[in-house]
């Protein structure tokens, strides 16, 4: 395809978005491999540079993990869900802030804009509440399990992001909030992005992870485009299992609060961001209205 | 080449143009085929859409020279100069303001952004005095012959332009001035170009023709990039002769009052004006400062 | 009556429309005299300077006829409509944008102040669409006739006009609207203007044409005020006839559509605009609310 | 001569000083005779609605002595001078403040603008120090006299004007000013008129007084122009004397601190503001540079 | 108590003030002890610092009758209430206007902040018509007063007092209307300031007098706080009466329009004005909702 | 002393700086103890709400070494200097960035400010180079020591900085920069408070540490004010030694570039910062011009 056949099948998809503002979760993958991540900045920075508004939100669950080892802090699981103790939670917040955060912003100023790493205190951003307990099964007896520090968000207050998107910076979200008090509680990132869509009024979510989108039910064929009907009963008849449900359900409450459409992409593949947003045919599966 | 590495190629140069003003020469054959001037206008329309502020200015003698025809009024030549009496003056302005400048107009409306035709007169654009007598050699003898009504542009308000780029429309020139009187006068779209592109501090001065760019004195390539010095040598030598002296000229003149750089490029070539500005090899000649 | 007297006199006119938008129909006969032209632009330039928000829109119908016969175009019509084909269109664009246009915005020069010329394809201004046919009685017989490229008005996006005004231009608005794929049709002037002070929540529509004002059934004298309903009513009886209807029609249009007051004036007459506008007897018709 | 034939006289002085800034004192007489007062307010709206800046400046020393006689108190004069205790500073403020400017101000939204009264302590407009002891003659021996609570200006802050004027209102000063105490002192109008119009880098300083302009030596006609060095020439020689002293010194002042021309005119006469600055004869004397 | 605890325990009222606006009444007795002024202006320049946008309306009651008596007139009063004449309205308006409000505008500048006095016609503030006559009891037989110059206000235009607080001066009002044709009308203070109070849409109305608050019935002790009902049936059955009425009716109104709390307080203690805003125990009565 | 004279005393203070931009580095000790960092924060609120601009930046030496230690990995150090490997630069953003920089944070918001965490890398703030090797003698021998991932900073960009100031938030600043490349370099705080107070064109930078001041040689007594030439004289005779060099030099280079004054204060003492600036003697060093 020649050169400015490409940037012409781009130009209407640049024209529609122009000026719009659109939400972009970064799974955990790309935090892990550097080559990954510097494609999707490319992209965001360009994203950035023909007009749309941008804010990244992203995850960290392995990372953690794995500084927990070696600070010689075993990560604590009951029933598949983590115990965030307060030790866990300066670890999480060191790791998401400190470090995945702050090198997603120094990968934005190597592509040549402006990033601005913001956590849920950065202006009161996310206040969130303790979750308090979960009833799991246990050896086949019901128990209550205190997850401990991981919060459920309670009030999102857009206006630092957008202060930051006004004066065209691209906001960098770590998944932590505070609550009333000042204490730092982790909240789940897909949540958080979907959060943040909705609160600013977003015209787009996309979730970019290490899976090509929604996928039937003999995992055949990843679905290009989906009803919000269509995936609300993906997930009720059980086709829709795993870590998959609170991508999906980001998305749908997104939706289901104004946002006008949301994408699940694979981030694995270079610029896949750019080709489901500015090409005819997009790459992952696309959620919308009716 | 692939999709997106061509996204890619171009996002340096996007950064370096954006918020940055480009004033264009659109040559005379864009101007007569319908086609060469859809493929300019969407070029035009994208580096808007990435944030550039461009001026367009036109030209448009054949198809005055045609229209005069049609409404039986012989043109008018002395030793090679057009002779622009009252009527002739007339037809042109129909020609450039009613018919050229709103036929750019509405192409850039086809193609999704909002253009604003602007003659000379509008907020005193371009204010010029008649050229005066000019002194030719017919039939050996040296004589002086008045041009009539050609103006010798004066001063430059750039204001009406810079009102309309604050809010993101592209500005179509029609070149005519108007004198002191409110007269129209006939004014060389090279030296518009070049006058306007000085007055709005523009970054770049690109000359949209129908030839690739400035050859060798033997025509057998065309050079890439000419400094400043090289290229008014070349016109000093005599390598540099015909129509291509006045597009030479305004683009020197430019340079000389702070237009960082100017271009020679092909317009007849599809998109010619993207592969100049968002690749890496351009497409024509490019003259810049030292 | 004495300097001073007179300033008094229009002092509370001039408070009273401060910061107002007022739409003035320029008619055909202001586009042939000069010095008719001259008188009102002087009135318009002052206007704008006693600090009201003034949009010109005029007409052209008889130098269109007067053009196409110059260049060997024979104007077609049926049953007393004009059929516009595209060469029609084509002169008829050339004179109204490229001269009767282009020449007020130099009136508006030569008077001191800054006009903006601007066609309906200027910022997206009028959008139409084709007419389609109409159905007229030729030789007694009921005959479809197609009139061309005639445009009925469909959308107006008064923001270009807001943004001239904002910053002190005079926008003088050419008819000629755009459909939805960029090509021209004609409008009828004074449909146009009745839209536009609609679409800008004009104060007042001002239509200047070579007639006193509304007369009565025997022509004997003529109305200085006309409520909406007796202007309905004149129409409904056969009172008004000819090409009054359009200019009484685009009043009365306006006026159902928030437009304060409406005013039909002889542009012949010196000055007629200041005095209609700054004197406590008017010179022409006002037609009003209740 | 015909209403349209004035303002058409007025337009190219509206033209001229639109946007621009004009001090005008109002003298005594002004103050004492409703009707003079307000025929000068009636003018001077019209100024502010022409879009020009109008900044008023009175005094008030013939209603000081009625009030202070109607109060018991004797004004005590030396020489000439009124010795200003801190009671007569007392009345003389309640009187310029409380009286003389809130009745211009109210004359103001009589005729349909928004003044707001202004004293020298509001916003710190204006800053003096007690002008000290002066010598004079007392039965041939000189003597140093205390003339009290009379202040030399050191510093005007025009920022209260400024904010004012920007919001369209037309601001109404009493020479009145403070020490860096807070205490009110008494300041000559003719010198604070000229102090605020060069602080306010204004065009004009007008002096509306009871006399027609600068007469010559023996006051058989009114110089209608002056320049600076003729003015200059006309106190030197003693041409100048009495009361216009003052006024003209504080023309010169101005002049010769960036104010572009000073006017003296009789404010008795209906009008004359309109006329000096709207006419193409004047009616006073006119000071300006070369 | 320390230093640094007075500052902590005044910082939480300090960031629930930030950004609201405080309407401030003047008590008589602040305008006739310059030391109770300055320890209110202190105040009142300290909360402008903080953030904290004050408009002053101040009363003058004392002052004027020892003017008139001053200057020879003899207060009138009929059944307690007083007769404003006219002469009677010019010393009212100059005591106010010229002494009471340009003295608090001068310790507002010697404590380090710009005021502006604003009296009732400034940019038409207060509106108002005659009150008209009153019946009251003379002798036993009822009888109809004209209370001559005193006004009902009907219209508040607060643009002028916003105006100000955007450019941080600290505006102070002289309870001083006038009515559609500019004559003076003299108005209650404390119905002054409650009607601007609603037309700023102000946080809070505060009183500052000479008493300590509202008190029970037999005046043993102030009340603290008391809701809008509770201070309504004090009215109804009698608790108040004398002066406190307008006072507490004035705070009643303002509640009933949108003001959030009113505060009855003493301002002949020093500095009450801070106590009661910025520590945790108040010092005088604070009227709220519910 | 009474709460409304420590409010008094505080007024002339909080005019002199309202609107001025102070830069306070906030030491170590207040990095470990929450209640001293409690104390400082709330006077930095407190400082916001009385309209001055803060940015604070922190160090956190202790607290990397502790977390290295947890890490299991040891801290290394030649002659003194500690070496920045990667693994060691990584330790010590998480701990600047995520720990300590996200707690101050939270702490602003528990004191009812809007704080904004920054990093070097967010809006390009801090770019540095390495700052390669030192030359230090180890066993008596003179050896160059490559100090690895230490920067130097080499440029400054404060827009972010005024960006959020300009919205009112409280930047907190870690001392972490990054190079061309992106890569993170550790900067000392000190020297990134002192540039950062310059490129803001800062009032005062302050720098509150564990110690009251810069004392004489023999520890007998704190300088209450020196002058910037008095400072250089300790420096140079040795009076200063260990690491109150850094902070006196970045206060000298402050000053030297245009910063007003600078103080060096105790903040393990409860609202030092207060005291400082806001009562008539301060609490530690004042080092000024002149």
């Not at 086709?239 to 980001?250: A, D, Q, R």
């Amino acid at each position: 395809m020649k050169r400015e056949d490409v940037l012409m099948e781009a130009m209407p998809y640049i024209q529609r978005f122009h000026g719009k503002t659109i939400v972009i979760k970064l799974g955990g993958h790309a935090m892990v491999d550097q080559k990954i991540l510097d494609t999707a900045i490319q992209d965001v920075v360009l994203l950035r540079y023909v007009g749309i508004n941008v804010v990244l939100v992203h995850g960290g669950g392995p990372e953690i993990t794995e500084k927990m080892e070696a600070m010689g802090k075993k990560p604590k699981f009951v029933a598949g869900l983590r115990i965030t103790d307060s030790e866990t939670m300066e670890i999480a917040q060191m790791v998401l802030v400190g470090k995945i955060n702050d090198n997603i912003v120094s990968d934005i100023a190597k592509f040549g804009a402006l990033g601005v790493g913001i956590s849920g205190n950065d202006g009161n951003l996310l206040i969130a509440h303790k979750a308090g307990t979960k009833t799991v099964m246990v050896d086949e007896t019901s128990q209550e399990v205190d997850l401990g520090l991981v919060g459920d968000i309670e009030e999102v207050n857009p206006r630092i992001l957008e202060d930051l998107l006004e004066k065209h910076y691209i906001p960098v979200v770590a998944p932590v909030a505070i609550d009333r008090k000042g204490h730092s509680l982790n909240v789940n990132a897909d949540t958080a992005a979907g959060e943040i869509a909705v609160a600013l009024k977003a015209d787009k979510l996309i979730n970019l992870s290490d899976i090509d989108g929604v996928m039937n039910a003999n995992r055949t064929r990843t679905y290009q485009r989906l009803t919000l009907q269509e995936a609300d009963a993906l997930i009720s008849d059980g086709t829709i299992v795993g870590g998959m449900i609170p991508k999906l359900e980001s998305c749908l409450y997104a939706l289901n609060h104004g946002v006008r459409s949301a994408h699940i992409i694979n981030g694995n593949r270079e610029h896949n961001l750019l080709l489901e947003l500015f090409t005819d045919n997009g790459v992952g599966t696309m959620i919308h209205h009716i």
